[in-house]
Each structure stands twice: as structure tokens, then as C-alpha cells.
């Protein structure tokens, strides 16, 4: 299946923790994100990347770094967990960076006790 | 369900009635608007789209209509169906840009 996958689906995890969140996309698409969704359903983007390189990144704190091993993977990893940061976190990808034709991932929906 | 606690606009439809969701965008320099579909426990999903230089698309049953003037974006769903249920964003691309800016989101809920 062609597809954006994350993974886990879940993650529960204690303050303090740091933890990582896993995607891959096989649509060929050389530009991959990543969008919070919080509590109230409200998207917002966090980071973008064009073949490896990091073209967007939205204010996010320094405790959030994205890593692209290759165009068809961008990983997040989150160090010192805090509460705010539950969400549901989906990664995205689009061919060109014009933002035209993105899909999503199914989310992971992080919770931090 | 999902929706329980969130305070997002609600239009209740019967099953068969025509859906009207409307959504205003910020910024006048947008040139690409999408609307998307979420689905509880899904992530969202392209419906249809327009760029700045149409003021209407129409799609199989969906049709988005774009009024640059007072920056309104509306997506009309014809003969609405219990799959329709589902939060719908509208969501602008900033010229020469590749983020999306969603907007906050309406719940669509279809009455059989």
C-alpha cells in the first residue's frame, strides 16, 4: 500500500522522558512535515523538510528535533517530555515544495503523565 | 465520542439535505486552499481544492467556493451521508509557500 505510516500509534510515556516517533512515506515525495494537533483539533505545523534538508521550522522548542536519514523517512524525537506536549503528532508528505498533493500519516497520539 | 468536550462549530444535517461548511482564512497573500476530511482516529484527508485564480471546483458531490474579497472559503456537500460525519478544516497555503494554515475545524454530524 502506498501510504504515510508512523509509528507507534500510541505513546504513554512519564514527564522527563524522551521518546521518539517514527515515519516512512513509499509515495516518492521529496518533501515530509510534521503537525501537532492539540486538545481542541487545532493543526499546526512544526517542521518541513526537502530531501533531507530542514526548510520549515515553527517556533518549536529546542526539546523537539526532527531528523530525515533519507527523503522517505523524518523522524521526531522529543527529549524531557512535558505535559503540554500531548497532542497527536501527524507527519505529512508532498512532492515539491509547493505544498500541493499532501498526505497524511494516521497520527500517534502522545500522552505524558 | 471524539467530539465530546470540543467546542468546534456543529452543523447537524439530516441524511439526503445539502451541507454548507464555511471558513473565513487569514491571510490575503494565500493562492492554494484545500479543505480536508478527519475521521475519529484517522489523520485528515484531501477532499478538494482551489487556487487563487478560481472562485469555484466542483468535485463528485463537493463543490468549494472561494470569495478573495472577504477572504471566505465554503465547501457544499450535496446529498450528505452518514460516512460524511467527520470534522472538516480548511486549511490556505501562503503564496510560494508549502506549509498549510488550518483553519479551526467544523463537525459535521448526519442524522439518518
Known amino acids: 500500500d502506498t501510504a504515510v505510516s508512523q509509528t507507534p500509534k500510541y505513546l504513554v510515556t512519564q514527564m522527563g522522558n524522551d521518546k521518539s516517533i517514527k515515519c516512512e512515506q513509499n509515495?516518492?515525495?521529496?518533501?515530509m512535515y510534521w503537525y501537532k494537533q492539540d486538545s481542541k483539533k487545532f493543526l499546526k505545523i512544526m517542521f518541513s523538510?526537502?530531501?533531507?534538508?530542514?526548510?520549515i521550522n515553527e517556533t518549536v522548542p529546542n526539546r523537539f528535533s526532527p531528523k530525515s536519514p533519507d527523503k522517505a523517512h523524518l523522524n521526531l524525537h522529543i527529549n524531557s517530555l512535558e505535559l503540554g506536549d500531548s497532542a497527536v503528532y501527524f507527519c505529512?508528505?508532498?512532492?515539491?515544495?509547493?505544498?500541493?498533493?499532501?498526505?497524511f500519516g494516521s497520527g500517534t497520539r502522545l500522552t505524558v503523565v | 465520542g471524539e467530539s465530546v468536550g470540543l467546542h468546534l462549530p456543529t452543523l447537524s444535517v439530516q441524511e439526503g439535505d445539502n451541507s454548507i461548511i464555511n471558513c473565513a482564512y487569514s491571510?490575503?497573500?494565500?493562492?492554494?486552499f484545500i479543505w480536508y476530511k478527519q475521521e475519529s482516529g484517522k489523520g485528515p484527508q484531501f477532499i478538494i481544492d482551489?487556487?487563487?485564480?478560481?472562485d469555484k471546483r466542483q468535485g463528485q458531490r463537493v463543490t468549494v467556493l472561494l470569495n478573495k474579497t472577504v477572504k471566505h472559503l465554503s465547501l457544499q456537500i450535496a446529498a450528505t451521508q452518514p460516512g460524511d460525519s467527520a470534522v472538516y478544516f480548511c486549511?490556505?497555503?501562503?503564496?510560494?509557500?508549502?506549509?498549510?494554515?488550518f483553519g479551526a475545524g467544523t463537525i459535521l454530524r448526519v442524522k439518518s
Open positions: 505529512a508528505s508532498s512532492q515539491g515544495t509547493r505544498g500541493y498533493g499532501y498526505t
Open positions: 509515495l516518492g515525495h521529496d518533501t
Open positions: 523538510y526537502n530531501n533531507k534538508e530542514l526548510i
Open positions: 491571510n490575503s497573500a494565500s493562492d492554494y
Open positions: 482551489i487556487r487563487s485564480n478560481m
Open positions: 486549511a490556505e497555503t501562503p503564496h510560494g509557500g508549502n506549509k498549510l494554515v
